[in-house]
Nanobody, 119 residues
Framework: QVQLVESGGGLVQEGGSLRLSCAAS????????MAWFRQAPGKEREFVAA????????YFADSVKGRFSISRDNAKNTVYLQMNSLKPEDTAVYYC????????????WGQGTQVTVSS
């Protein structure tokens, strides 16, 4: 089983930047996709970004394209979400998630990290 631990959340002013980290441990060999989701108060959880563990492609929600980037450090089993030009509407709990190549859904989740953007 894979375990995910997020870090790097916090309070930032509008226009600022934060970098979230997601450290994976356990049986990571079968991990194929790593992704970030977020959930704002009163809203459903939504997709933010994803990357293939062994590739270089990144996938982004339209709301964050051009502002967020996703990267990996395979040696550290860590995925990063760099968030620039933050807006108050980016305020949410951000979750890291993982799934294997044969899984239709993300079935491993971290505990989440709070990101608050003040105007």
């Amino acid at each position: 089983q894979v375990q995910l631990v997020e870090s790097g959340g916090g309070l930032v002013q509008e226009g600022g930047s934060l970098r979230l980290s997601c450290a994976a441990s356990g049986r990571t060999s079968g991990t194929y996709f790593m992704a970030w989701f977020r959930q704002a108060p009163g809203k459903e959880r939504e997709f933010v970004a994803a990357t293939i563990w062994s590739g270089t492609s990144g996938y982004f929600a339209d709301s964050v394209k051009g502002r967020f980037s996703i990267s990996r450090d395979n040696a550290k089993n860590t995925v990063y979400l760099q968030m620039n030009s933050l807006k108050p509407e980016d305020t949410a709990v951000y979750y890291c998630a993982a799934k294997g190549s044969t899984s239709a859904i993300y079935n491993v989740w971290g505990q989440g990290t709070q990101v608050t953007v003040s105007s």
